[in-house]
C-alpha cells in the first residue's frame, strides 16, 4: 500500500541555519504530495503542496519538489526562524475522488535564538 | 477566512462512555474527513464522507465508530463504547473537488 517516510527527529537547528527535511514515499499511481505544519497546540496547516513531477511548492520560504524519479519531496527552507518550531508532515493523496491523506510520522524541528 | 470548527477542544471522558465529538465544516464543502493523532504518533486517517455515506474508512474505524451529519451543517463522530488506547488528538477535515484539506484545530480526547 502506499506510505510516506520522513526523517526522524527532533531537529534541532539555530536561527537562519538551512533546513531539510526529507521525505520519499510509495505509491501506485500518480499522487499528490503535500506538506503540514503543526504549531504547537494548534491544528494542521496546509505549507504547500505539488500534485505532479517536477512541480515546486513554495509558501513561507519553504520549497519543495515532487522527484518522481527518486519518489521524494523533501522540504527546504534557507534561513529558518525561532517562528519555524513546529512538528511537519509529509503527506500524499493517491485518489482524488476522496483524497484520503497518508501521513507521514511528522518531524520536529526546534529553532533556537 | 473560513474555517472549520471543532468542539469541544478537549474532552475527558470514563472508559466504557459514549462521546460525540462535532464538526463544524466549512458550509460549501462536498467531502468530510475524520482523522486521529495519538500522542507522538503518525496522524491516522478514519474516515470520509460524501453525499451522505461513509466512502472510505480504515481498519481503526470499527464498529465501536460512527459519522453523522444530522442537519447539513455539523459533521459528528461517536465513538460509543471509549476505550483507554481511543485517547488522541481528533481532527476534522472538509474540502471540495480539486482543492486541499481545510483542518480544525482538533479535540483532545483523554479517556481515563
Excluded at chain 1, 74 to 93: I, P, R, T, W
Excluded at chain 1, 106 to 113: D, E, F, W
Excluded at chain 2, 17 to 43: A, D, M, T
Excluded at chain 2, 54 to 76: H, L
Amino acid at each position: 500500500g502506499d506510505s510516506v517516510t520522513q526523517m526522524e527527529g527532533p531537529v534541532t537547528l539555530s536561527e537562519e541555519a538551512f533546513l531539510t527535511i526529507n521525505c520519499t514515499y510509495t505509491a501506485t499511481g500518480y499522487p499528490s504530495l503535500f506538506w503540514y505544519v503543526q504549531y504547537p497546540g494548534e491544528g494542521l496547516q496546509l505549507l504547500l503542496k505539488a500534485t505532479k513531477a517536477d512541480d515546486k511548492g513554495s509558501n513561507k520560504g519553504f520549497e519543495a519538489t515532487y522527484r518522481k524519479e527518486t519518489t521524494s519531496f523533501h522540504l527546504e527552507k534557507g534561513s529558518v526562524q525561532v517562528s519555524d518550531s513546529a512538528v511537519y508532515f509529509c503527506a500524499l493523496s493517491e485518489d482524488d475522488s476522496w483524497g484520503k491523506l497518508q501521513f507521514g510520522a511528522g518531524t520536529q524541528v526546534v529553532v533556537t535564538p | 477566512e473560513p474555517e472549520v470548527t471543532q468542539t469541544p477542544s478537549h474532552q475527558v471522558t470514563q472508559m466504557g462512555q459514549e462521546v460525540i465529538l462535532r464538526c463544524v465544516p466549512i458550509s460549501n464543502h462536498l467531502y468530510f474527513y475524520w482523522y486521529r493523532q495519538i500522542l507522538g504518533q503518525k496522524v491516522e486517517f478514519l474516515v470520509s464522507f460524501y453525499n451522505n455515506e461513509i466512502s472510505e474508512k480504515s481498519e481503526i474505524f470499527d464498529d465501536q465508530f460512527s459519522v453523522e451529519r444530522p442537519d447539513g451543517s455539523n459533521f459528528t463522530l461517536k465513538i460509543r463504547s471509549t476505550k483507554l488506547e481511543d485517547s488522541a488528538m481528533y481532527f476534522c477535515a472538509s474540502r471540495i473537488q480539486g482543492t486541499g484539506y481545510t483542518f480544525g484545530s482538533g479535540t483532545r480526547l483523554t479517556v481515563v
